[in-house]
């Protein structure tokens, strides 16, 4: 009789598994490779040199009068005081806010409609025009002067604070209008087709579906307008005769003498002119940098 290996109860052969693969060693990256001194050094020595500007016009700002002491102590309110009172920097404080507000609303306004056009429509040209957008970035504002001064002054705007507003608006407006369009092509076209679908037009689809996704990029580009047009000095000495219209880089350029200058007063000047920028940047870095890269990379 033919027995089987089932019939006579004996076990099967056991698998062996296969041979398991060498795991290969972990490559060791360049910045593992230098030692941290070595990055940590120039990086220590560029903050010292960038620092140290910062606390010198601090220093002149907060030491008495006459004082050499390399240490702000005792510390005087004293320039600030002459600062915002004698020298009206109060007053220019309040035109470079106002300037750099209106500036940022209108910037940020009619880039939000040029961006769209430009990333969601195709018109004859389109390429040309966003050559001319970027061309236009390599015309200094100096070379503008002239015809925006006769333009102003055919239109009785000299000397008031609109001039100004719709010269710096006007100088943002094309890189604000490509960061925007680039920012807009990141947002899926299908989902203002949905918006559509459920009865929304263009307008409704694009301020409840396309204008929430839109904030790093609408922060990014509102904020660098605001800092440009708080620090531009060109524009408002040329527009803006009276000292009671004059921005605060105009009013910074008064304390500078001919024959002499008063550092303590030029130094509290430059602190006060200084603070609003820090603190915009302060509050806004993150999303300025995710609009830029977006708008900018990503575009």
Known sequence: MITTQATRGTAPAPVVPPPARPVPAKRRRAWDEVPRWQIYLPLGVYLLFT????????????????????????????????????????????????????????????????????????????????????????VPGALLLVPLFEIFAGLQMINSLVSVIIAETVFQLPLSMILISGFIRNVPYSLEEAAWVDGCNRFSAFRIVVLPLLRPGLVAVGSFAFVHAWNHFLFALMFLNNQDKQTIPVGLNTLMGADSVDLGALAAGGVIAAVPVVIVFAFIQKWLITGFSAGAVKG
């Open 51 to 138: 620092l140290i500007p910062f606390y010198w016009i601090l220093l002149f700002a907060v030491r008495p009068t006459g004082s050499t002491s390399l240490v702000p102590w005792p510390m005087t309110g004293e320039h600030f005081e002459k600062v915002w009172t004698e020298r009206s920097f109060a007053t220019f404080f309040q035109n470079s806010l106002i300037t750099g507000i209106a500036v940022l609303v209108m910037t940020t306004v009619v880039a939000l409609a040029g961006g769209y056009a430009l990333a969601r429509f195709d018109f004859r040209l389109k390429k040309g025009f966003m050559l001319a957008l970027l061309c236009s970035q390599f």
